[in-house]
């Protein structure tokens, strides 16, 4: 079926340390990742993506890993800042349309 | 270039009432797809749309529908009103959005529905 897990749902972290959010996919046709970051009254904005043929994806303090075997990707979010604070949301591409997990809520305590 | 605007913003509907919520995507982006997100569940998909034909719809019931127009527009419509409803929609934009030519999706501001 059409399934995409994320955890944690909510996430605090020292301003500074590293952040990680975990998400597992159902359907391994799957093979477009991305994560949609969304502040408090905001639309969400896509942060980066990877696609099913590459196995890692970095952008200054934000990368993201796939593991297609596994059915899982990640995202990493190194020297957090308190603008790091937000609801990420995963997503994979289930039958040429995108499912949404149910977001993580990342704090981060200063 | 502009962005995915949305129309209205906000809407206060009572409940058995019927709604149409308008997305006007990025210029030259032909897929759009429309979401209701609420508390605890996240972005839920409704549907989708490419050259004005539905290409994929989820798990809502068929009081919600929608349309394409030959200009990429999309419209939403909720029928028979419930308490239920009440969610922030959001549409999304897309260049194209299929197995053979993956592109980013950008997200309007949302239409927030309250149903009384």
């Known amino acids: 079926g059409e399934n995409v897990e994320q955890h944690p749902s909510t996430l605090s972290v020292q301003e500074g340390d590293s952040a990680v959010i975990k998400c597992t996919y159902s359907d391994s046709a799957s093979n477009y990742f991305p994560w949609y970051k969304q502040e408090l009254g905001k639309r969400p904005q896509l942060i980066i993506d990877?696609?099913?043929?590459?196995g890692e994806k970095k952008d200054q303090r934000i990368a993201v890993t796939l593991n297609k075997t596994a059915k899982h990707f990640s995202l990493h979010i190194t020297e957090t800042q308190p603008e790091d604070s937000a609801v990420y949301f995963c997503a994979a591409t289930v039958d040429d349309k995108i499912i949404f997990g149910k977001g993580t809520r990342l704090h981060i305590l200063p | 270039k502009a962005g995915v605007t949305q129309t209205p913003r906000y809407l206060i509907k009572t409940r058995g009432q019927q709604v149409t919520l308008s997305c006007s995507p990025i210029s030259g982006h032909r897929s759009v797809s429309w979401y209701q997100q609420t508390p605890g569940q996240g972005l839920q998909f409704l549907f989708e749309y490419f050259s004005e034909t539905q290409r994929n719809k989820g798990n809502f019931p068929g009081r919600f529908s929608g349309r394409q127009f030959s200009n990429s527009r999309s419209e939403m419509n909720v029928s028979t009103l419930e308490l239920g409803d009440s969610a922030l929609y959001l549409c999304?934009?897309?260049?194209?959005?299929?197995?053979?030519?993956?592109?980013?999706?950008?997200f309007g501001p949302g239409t927030r529905l309250t149903v009384t």
């Open positions: 990877i696609r099913s043929n590459v």
């Open positions: 999304a934009s897309s260049l194209a959005l299929d197995s053979g030519a993956l592109y980013e999706q950008y």
